[in-house]
T-cell receptor, first 113, second 111 residues
Framework: KAGVTQTPRYLIKTRGQQVTLSCSPI?????VSWYQQTPGQGLQFLFE???????NKGNFPGRFSGRQFSNSRSEMNVSTLELGDSALYLC????????????FGSGTRLTVV | GENVEQHPSTLSVQEGDSAVIKCTYS??????FPWYKQELGKRPQLIID?????GEKKDQRIAVTLNKTAKHFSLHITETQPEDSAVYFC??????????FGSGTRLQVQP
């Protein structure tokens, strides 16, 4: 079966712009979680969506937001981009909670210049 | 919230040797502890996990042990091979909040 698909794979944006990233989970998976990966900070949790509702939220500023659609696809948006937002953004899907095992997408590499 | 500490940050071993990575967690309510392997330029992949009702689990050359009293768990890789070279992440999950990851261990297996 198809894995977790993230688009686009690469993005270059200018400071102050906004960006939208997309994640399509494995069919049947209703939970989608987003993580920011940077060399110095590891995997930092952004938020989790389950059945179109935000179930958990990490400690990121309000510039980071997300949503989930009825087909479980999820988007995350970052407004007013800062240089420090440059990172690999990973989404992970699972049937319900993380104890079912995450399947990660390949990520979106965001570079802010 | 949950805090997961992982050591060492880098580990270099000779091919055929064993490698051990250790993690501690803070929330005693954590009941699920997965390990993910991330090869260079690739996505993290689940390699083994353990639940709080089990003390040890093995899968071929890899094993994980859990000490609930001390709140620590470890990944053991025996007979290491060059393809084991990657970054390994431990994680802990309480069932209430999201999966919390350790900071990662870069394992280098020297041929």
């Amino acid at each position: 079966k198809a894995g977790v698909t993230q688009t686009p794979r690469y993005l270059i944006k200018t400071r102050g712009q906004q960006v939208t990233l997309s994640c399509s989970p494995i069919s049947g998976h209703r939970s989608v979680s987003w993580y920011q990966q940077t060399p110095g900070q590891g995997l930092q949790f952004l938020f989790e969506y389950f059945s179109e509702t935000q179930r958990n939220k990490g400690n990121f500023p309000g510039r980071f937001s997300g949503r989930q659609f009825s087909n479980s696809r999820s988007e995350m948006n970052v407004s007013t981009l800062e240089l420090g937002d440059s990172a690999l953004y990973l989404c992970a899907s699972t049937r319900d909670g993380a104890n079912y095992g995450y399947t990660f997408g390949s990520g979106t590499r965001l570079t802010v210049v | 919230g949950e805090n997961v500490e992982q050591h060492p940050s880098t580990l270099s071993v000779q091919e055929g040797d064993s490698a051990v990575i250790k993690c501690t967690y803070s929330d005693s309510a954590s009941n699920y502890f997965p390990w993910y392997k991330q090869e260079l330029g690739k996505r993290p992949q689940l390699i083994i996990d353990i639940r709080s009702n089990v003390g040890e689990k093995k899968d071929q050359r890899i094993a994980v042990t859990l000490n609930k009293t001390a709140k620590h768990f470890s990944l053991h890789i025996t007979e290491t091979q060059p393809e084991d070279s990657a970054v390994y992440f431990c994680a802990a999950y309480t069932g209430r909040r999201a999966l919390t990851f350790g900071s990662g261990t870069r394992l280098q297996v020297q041929p």
